[in-house]
């Protein structure tokens, strides 16, 4: 398998942990979406939709972290990343998408370059927007995991899921900006819990490759 | 089956296809999201992430669109939503993901009243926003299609998929934000054959019973 990905991207810090979780070998290919370069060069004819991560499997390439992770625990499903009864794995989907449609995609590199770049905000207002979305969203996100089983250790159960995936780099990016993690105690111990695991450890932006380039 | 739901919601519009095209009943319960009746009232004890849609069943409370379709899908699993193979799978679900998480919640109502409302935009820039990443979205959509199977009447293949229950409200929200579909030939083609269908019919906004209220 072959990982096309950049270090600081939530979306392909979701699919490392499901990678290393899983304990999948795959090459990484570092694609510098900062600079742009998911517009242009190899990676743009490569990619439909222009995105990181994209998923290279036996000739297929797949896109979206959440499509990618459940294809993963498809076809290798041991450890497995959902529960095995419908409303368990509705739960954890439920949770996943609440941090992946609610909070990331509004926070996303290209909204950020078109508020300063469009509507000319100015640092300060930028960084206003970015942490009024993670709070309102991780908010509702400790509301959900009130309903989670109780003793829960992860997001949903004792064993890290598909949620933990999500929730992890959205802290770590919240953490970049400064965000107000306060009065979220079942959340942060979810992110706690997880970053004991050699799997999250292994995925953090800090230890891939173009990081340390 | 009870749906909470607000007619011109884009999210709630998804799960009503999916129930549609089942053939599964539903108690229409309305939430009047423009008015703010998610943050008020019953609904807001009710529902953790006070987001529509909500479906009960059964005693659970499941929320976020595609969580609820992939229940949806497991519980009756005819007519399938999604292929059943596991590459199917993930390239459905990437191109539900690509509504869902990269052009949806950039248009969020909750998002589009930031801008009025804190970064003072006018009309005519809160439009321009709405179609730019509306457009942005669809052309990377139709790069997308481009690999579907060969001759596919929906999005991907020749029954309507989770992609067809995202496309379609999505194209709707965009026309009455007067976006423009040219040169969108596979989405287009999509969309229009979903259109032909009774249950897209009875699940577009205008044929519910707060629309008609």
Chains 1, 2 share one sequence.
């Not at 609610?102 to 970015?130: M, Q, S, T």
């Not at 064993?159 to 770590?172: M, R």
Request: hydrophobic letters at 40%; one cysteine or more; charged letters at 25%.
């Amino acid at each position: 398998m072959k990982l096309h990905n950049y270090f600081r991207s939530s979306a392909s810090f979701r699919v490392r942990i499901a990678l290393h979780l899983k304990g999948l070998a795959f090459d990484y290919i570092p694609v510098h979406i900062a600079r742009g370069d998911h517009h242009t060069g190899p990676f743009a004819q490569l990619s439909a939709d222009r995105l990181v991560p994209l998923l290279e499997d036996e000739g297929e390439r797949l896109s979206q972290s959440m499509a990618i992770i459940e294809y993963l625990d498809e076809v290798q499903p041991e450890p497995a990343l959902l529960p095995h009864d419908p409303v368990g794995r509705a739960h954890v989907r439920a949770l996943a998408q609440s941090i992946a449609c609610e909070i990331h995609p509004i926070n996303n590199l290209r909204v950020l370059k078109y508020l300063v770049k469009e509507l000319k905000l100015d640092e300060e207002a930028k960084n206003r927007w970015y942490r009024h979305w993670v709070r309102e969203g991780l908010e509702a996100f400790e509301r959900q995991l009130a309903q989670s089983p109780a003793g829960s250790t992860y997001c949903w159960g004792n064993t890290p899921t598909l949620a933990d995936c999500c929730l992890v780099p959205q802290i770590f990016n919240g953490q970049r900006f400064d965000c107000d993690f306060s009065g979220l105690p079942r959340t942060m111990a979810a992110f706690e819990a997880c970053m004991k695991l050699d799997a999250f450890q292994r995925a953090q932006p800090s230890q891939c490759p173009d990081a340390q380039a």
